[in-house]
């Protein structure tokens, strides 16, 4: 009977459809468990969420995905009842749906410009595109894609985070002989040592990654390019035709405060790899230790802060978020924002730490806030946060920062030919990702000092494209490389 | 049957493609259906599994979709699409295999019963072993050892089939499944029947083997062997005597490529991490040999690696006492103190690290000095500082080494050391050897009898380290450590290395390991290296467990 009304359903009875919640695990049940939030829409909820899109004839939502998703065809493949091959469809452009459809933030891409939000929530498409590959992966119906025959070129792939495996799967399909470089002892990069299992599950990392080596992707691991093989290496022994950086983040920030250097206090990098990556959650059975008290303290209002303080909290721990300006400010995703505010987590806004105290074994045990407030806003528009001079200390036995990363600097430290600057970010011509020396290009974190999983992707997919043009000898145009060290890094615009 | 299932089942028996699918899409959209209207449906629709379909698309499509739904009602149809599958067709055999592989662990024990009662109907076996082939969870390992068995049977289709399921299951599960102990079963299984009288079974074994051959469950041996009967199947070999039979010939060509050893790029790159040798210095302490020809060809004096011993291991950074780039080999020094550095020296000649990544951190600061060149190891650290001796000495540096222990028994690589010094002092505390007292101690004899020190290394435990910085400090001597933090990843992107040096905070992994010594807060270091003492104790615990 739907079939017909879905015909018949003009484009106002199609916005006045209710948005689609995705089921979430209850707060109380999910704080103790590592297992998936969000569960999943029904075959029925994704179908009534698909009508909810309007079909525009000039979809927006195109233009606002970072790697082009033809996202009103799938939608439509949804509402028709054909998961797999709306899957299918996402696929043309994102081979790491089910990874994107957790993790991207759509209130800031797609979602954002998506047309029946002007009067109505937009609509899902992340749900949708989490559930059509989710659909996929658990019938089985992935198809392997086409393989351009050999194209005798070797390629290497230095980092197995989104924009590394994105360019191995670009390049592959290309006919091209990949090889991945990675520096740890699984793929996955970032998805599997920064995003918690409960939102991003290892399997679905696990399956991507097989997927890949049954396309004839190869990977090496324990790989450090820079120590164990340099570039030079790579291009002139080994016999590369050329390489791509995706080497990512690096060198976590550190607030430069008294008692940085406790005990106790951690990088949100080192916290969430000693758990997710080392699975210090399953101590002693695995032998990384996390030392973790009853009171944790995160620093920091970002996606990764989100992740650090549900992590914190399903090991058991009373959690606080503190952060030097307000709620509103704060550049968490939205969801993960208000998926943190479900688990009974306690939030300090407005308040910048200015010392962790110690006690005589330099272990963490209190830590000194100063209380801002938010100025009127200035010329750029933006409020910032005003000291007050009024001080507060809170009781804690874990600290943990997450204020980001500086960029991996292990290649550019290792060669000199690879210019960066002086935020030790990658130069490379915006339009090619060619770095300044030959035969190399670059994505990812690496060449933007820090953004998402797609935005990542988007640009590997381009890389791929300029690479595979590079190593055919039709890449004619010279790079066209900044040289000025103060240039700031690749700012991502929605080009496509 | 209620009215409704009837009326389906009724659509279903109707042969016309649309109407077909339309039941198809009705029943998606039962619920709560008895175990047994769902085999009342699956019956109904099992029947499209027997329609000749050359060539009707549409009907093909159809069938998948059917084979989808079944699937989808559970374990309440298996015992029924097993009944099924013991006498279908080829073909529907095919469709029921996958459905009943689609519900997992509880089918492989039901199948496994039916293949215990259908024994004698070779027939059945078949399409059970067939089936078997389909499952993907790792409960089907346990019907290896039976598949195996069959492919010793006398009809030789039941032979064929046994192959066919074991290559195609030894694609399917994860390698890490299948042990040792199978892998070479499986193995000899299916070489055996590679020199088959029947040609369809010769050409299964073929594909069965070069299908583990390709997911990399042969070791070299066995790939060996492969790759000479390949070859003799090919005519490729002296007496030129090829497989008369096309499909036998057509698998051996297929996967030839793949014995070549090499044929991967990213092998190029795979280290064994194999201990070759390994022997005792003192009590508790470890000389190791590894294989890890890539590390061995890198290695600079003072960088290090991390090593993970076991999958459950913890990273853990361990300095380095030498390598040899002809050999492919390097030389780590490992005393017991934690859970992991226990396990490491448990392990023994032939045993592999499963993950080993370097070289981390930086070669240490060598160069031409005026003066003389001191370095100074305490416990492991006395391995450490031999390759950057070796280095000093190289660059025509008069170098003198220091090792420090409690008691002569403690002393470790000092031969190994004096071949890379122009002078070796020992220093004891008991006195059992050498010079009584520590290692300052020494230090200040040779200051006693006025030499000039440029450049001062030490290694080893932070008060031995401190004392020397502390020494050298008021009379402005160069003196570097190796520090040895606690770390995880090694590549400076965590941050737990961090120590403070000159008021700055450093990474040990990154901008280390050597830092000049009369800036580290020593105080600091030996603090955070405690950050872990009660874990570090629990852990051990579970050690002997
Ligand atoms: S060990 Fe992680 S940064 Fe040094």
New binding site residues.
């Given amino acids: 009977m739907s079939e017909e009304c879905v015909k018949e359903l003009s484009n106002k009875e199609r916005m006045n459809l209710p948005f689609q919640e995705m089921l979430l695990m209850d707060p109380e049940k999910r704080i103790k468990t590592f297992e998936e939030v969000p569960v999943g829409y029904t075959p029925e909820q994704a179908k009534t969420e698909a009508m909810r899109c309007i079909q525009c004839k000039k979809p927006d939502c195109i233009q606002g995905c970072p790697v082009g998703i033809d996202i009103p065809a799938f939608i439509k493949l949804i509402e028709e009842g054909k998961p797999a091959e709306a899957a299918k469809k996402i696929r043309e452009t994102n081979f790491l749906p089910a990874a994107c459809g957790r993790v991207c933030p759509q209130d800031k891409q797609c979602q954002a410009v998506c047309i029946v939000g002007r009067k109505n929530l937009p609509v899902g498409i992340g749900n949708l595109e989490r559930y059509a590959a989710d659909y996929e992966r658990e019938h089985g119906t992935l198809e392997l894609p086409d393989i351009a025959p050999d194209s005798g070129k070797k390629i290497a792939v230095i980092g197995s985070g989104p924009a590394g495996l994105t360019a191995a799967y670009e390049l592959r399909i290309r006919g091209h002989e990949v090889v991945v470089f990675e520096a740890f002892h699984r793929a996955g990069g970032v998805m599997v040592y920064g995003i918690p299992r409960f939102r991003l599950p290892l399997e679905i990392i696990d399956e991507d990654i097989k997927f890949l080596e049954r396309i004839g992707v190869q990977f090496a691991y324990n790989m450090i390019i820079g120590k164990i093989l340099t570039l030079d290496d790579l291009i002139k022994k080994e016999g590369f035709d050329a390489v791509f950086i995706a080497s990512g983040a690096g ?2 920030k550190m607030l430069d405060i008294p008692g940085v250097n406790a005990n106790g206090v951690y990088s949100a ?2 916290y969430l790899t000693r758990i997710y990556l080392m699975h210090a959650d399953k101590f002693p059975e695995f032998t990384t230790p996390l030392y973790q008290g009853e009171k944790v303290a995160v620093i920091g209002a970002g996606n990764t802060a989100m992740d650090v303080l549900r992590t914190a909290k399903r090991l058991g721990a009373d959690v606080s978020c503190y952060y030097r300006r307000s709620h509103e400010e704060a550049p968490a995703r939205s969801e993960e924002l208000e998926h943190a505010e479900q688990e009974f987590l306690n939030w300090k806004w407005l308040s910048n730490p200015v010392e962790f105290i110690v006690d005589e074994n330099n272990f963490i045990k209190q830590i000194k806030c100063e209380k801002m407030a938010l100025s009127e806003p200035d010329e750029s528009g933006r409020r910032r946060p005003m000291p007050t001079g009024e001080f507060f200390t809170d009781d804690c036995d874990t600290v943990v920062m997450s204020l980001g990363c500086e960029v991996n600097p292990i290649i550019p430290s290792t060669d000199d030919e690879v210019r960066i600057n002086k935020w030790g970010i990658i130069m490379v011509d915006e339009s090619t990702c060619q770095t300044s020396k030959e035969r190399v290009f670059a994505g990812g974190d690496a060449i933007t000092g820090g953004s998402t999983v797609i935005l990542a992707m988007g640009q590997a997919k381009n890389a791929a494209r300029a690479i595979d043009k590079y190593v055919r000898g039709k890449l004619k145009e010279v790079p066209n490389v900044p040289t000025d060290p103060n240039a700031p890094g690749v700012q991502w615009s929605f080009a496509g | 049957m209620t009215d409704k299932i009837k009326k389906i089942v009724s659509q279903i028996e109707i042969e016309n493609e649309d109407t077909i699918s339309n039941a198809l899409d009705q029943i998606g959209k039962l619920k709560d259906l008895s175990d047994e209207e769902k085999v009342d449906l699956s019956s109904a629709l099992s029947v499209l599994f027997y329609h000749d379909h050359a060539g009707m698309v549409e009907m093909i499509k159809l069938a998948n979709r059917a084979e989808k739904q079944i699937a989808k009602f559970g374990e309440a149809v298996v015992p029924f699409l097993i009944k099924e599958v013991t006498n279908a067709d080829a073909e529907s055999a095919a469709h029921l295999g996958r459905a009943i592989a689609l519900n997992g662990a509880a089918a492989v024990e039901l199948i496994l019963k039916a293949w215990d009662e259908n024994r004698g109907d070779d027939f059945a076996i078949i399409n059970l072993i067939q089936t078997l082939s389909y499952f993907r969870v790792p409960e089907v390992v346990k019907a290896l050892p039976e598949i195996l068995v069959a492919s010793k049977a006398k009809n030789h289709q039941v032979r064929a089939m046994a192959l066919n399921a074991a290559g195609r299951l030894s694609q399917r599960l994860h390698a890490n499944l299948l042990d040792e102990k199978i892998r070479t079963k499986m193995f000899d299984s299916a070489f055996t029947l590679i020199s088959d009288n029947n040609p369809l079974v010769r050409a299964n074994a073929a594909r069965a083997l070069g299908k583990m051959l390709s997911k990399r469950l042969l070791n070299d041996e066995q790939r060996e062997k492969l790759l000479k009967s390949y070859n003799a199947i090919l005519g490729n070999d002296e007496k030129h005597e090829w497989d008369y039979a096309y499909i036998v010939r057509h698998e051996a060509e297929r996967f030839l490529p793949f014995c070549k050893a090499g044929e991967s790029l990213a092998d190029r790159y795979k280290q064994s991490f194999k201990i070759v040798s390994k022997r005792e210095l003192c009590t508790k302490t470890f000389h190791f040999e590894i294989e890890a020809p890539l590390l061995a060809k890198k290695l600079k004096a003072g960088q290090f690696i991390i090593v993970r011993p076991h999958e459950f291991s913890e990273r853990i ?1 361990l300095s380095i006492c030498g390598w040899d780039e002809g050999k492919g080999t390097i030389q780590i020094i490992v005393m017991a103190v934690g859970k992991t550095s226990s396990e490491i020296n448990n392990m023994n000649v032939g045993d592999c690290f499963t993950d080993m990544v370097g070289p981390l951190g930086e070669r240490s600061h060598v160069k031409k000095h005026d003066g003389t060149c001191v370095v100074i190891g305490g416990g492991y650290g006395t391995g450490a500082i031999i390759p950057t001796a070796r280095d000093f000495k190289q660059l025509g540096n008069r170098v003198i080494g220091i090792v420090g222990a409690r008691n002569k028994d403690l002393l470790i690589m000092v031969p190994e050391l004096e071949e890379v010094c122009h002078e070796v002092m020992l220093t004891t505390n008991d006195g059992s050897i050498g010079i009584e007292g520590f290692v300052t101690h020494a230090l200040q004899q040779i200051l006693d009898r006025g030499e000039k020190l440029s450049h001062v290394l030490a290694v080893g435990p932070v008060p031995m380290m401190k004392a020397v910085s502390d020494m050298t400090k008021p009379l402005g001597i160069e003196t570097y450590v190796s520090l040895n ?14 120590v403070s040096v000159g008021g700055e905070t450093k ?4 901008h280390g390991p050597d830092f000049d010594g009369h800036k580290v807060d020593f105080e600091q270091l030996v603090k955070r290296q405690k950050m872990f003492v009660e874990e570090e104790q629990k852990a051990l615990a579970t050690l002997g467990a």
């Avoid at chain 2, 933090?485 to 961090?498: E, K, L, P």
């Avoid at chain 2, 990474?507 to 990154?510: E, L, R």
């Fill in positions: 060198l976590p990098n080192e | 950074p933090a606690i770390m995880v990843d090694g590549t400076g992107m965590c941050g737990a290395c961090r990474f040990a992994c990154f």
